[in-house]
Each structure stands twice: as structure tokens, then as C-alpha cells.
């Protein structure tokens, strides 16, 4: 079983920046792809930004050139530096974290989601 446990979040005006964190524990074989969705009530969950094991990143048109994505396989962590927030990227990011299991299939683990506020 794996845990996953987000920090990161707050509010913060236009224009600025927050870094959200995501520390997986728990009984780790290995992580494959950990990323990060949001969502904002009332609408549909949206992919931020994914990256592979190996550091292969993707992201959202939205927030491409103001968001990176990155990884400490050492710690079980992955990070979403945000820039140049946007009162649209307003939403409760939640982080997940792929994982094999003993049967081969492979298991989405999912953190609590933290609150990110934008304010304009």
C-alpha cells in the first residue's frame, strides 16, 4: 500500500509562484509515472503534468512555459513548481503515483489534494 502526502498549497496573488511537493510512503516496490491533476468544482478533472520514472515530462496547454514538473526517485517525491499563476489555475491539485503490482497490473495511488488559491 501506498500513501501519498501533498504540501504546497496556499494562497498566492496573480503573478505569483507556489511549489506543491508530494512524498509517497508506504510499501514501495517501485513508482512508475507521478504527476498531478486538478480540479475545480462543477467542472471536469484536468491532467497538469505527468513525468515517467525515467524524467519524461508532458503538460496541459494551459500551463505549459509557467509550470515544471519533476521528480527525486531517491524520496519517493515528485514537485510542481508554479509560476506565474493565473486566477484560473485556481483548483485542488491532487497528486498520484503509479505503481506495479504483484499481479502485473498496475495500481493508481492517489494524495489528498491540496488547495491552490489565486487571487486576481
Known amino acids: 500500500q501506498v500513501q501519498l502526502v501533498e504540501s504546497g498549497g496556499g494562497l498566492v496573488q496573480a503573478g505569483g509562484s507556489l511549489r506543491l511537493s508530494c512524498a509517497a510512503s508506504?510499501?514501495?516496490?517501485?513508482?512508475?509515472?507521478m504527476g498531478w491533476y486538478r480540479q475545480v468544482p462543477g467542472k471536469q478533472r484536468e491532467l497538469v503534468a505527468g513525468?515517467?520514472?525515467?524524467?519524461?515530462?508532458n503538460y496541459a496547454d494551459s500551463v505549459k512555459g509557467r509550470f515544471t514538473i519533476s521528480r527525486d526517485n531517491a524520496k519517493n517525491t515528485v514537485y510542481l513548481q508554479m509560476n506565474s499563476l493565473k486566477f484560473d489555475d485556481t483548483a485542488i491539485y491532487s497528486c498520484?503515483?503509479?505503481?506495479?503490482?504483484?499481479?502485473?497490473?498496475?495500481?493508481?495511488?492517489w494524495g489528498q489534494g491540496t488547495q491552490v488559491l489565486v487571487s486576481s
Open positions: 498520484y503515483a503509479d505503481s506495479p503490482t504483484e499481479r502485473g497490473t498496475i495500481q493508481r495511488y
Open positions: 508506504g510499501i514501495i516496490f517501485s513508482l512508475n509515472a
Open positions: 513525468v515517467t520514472r525515467g524524467g519524461n515530462t
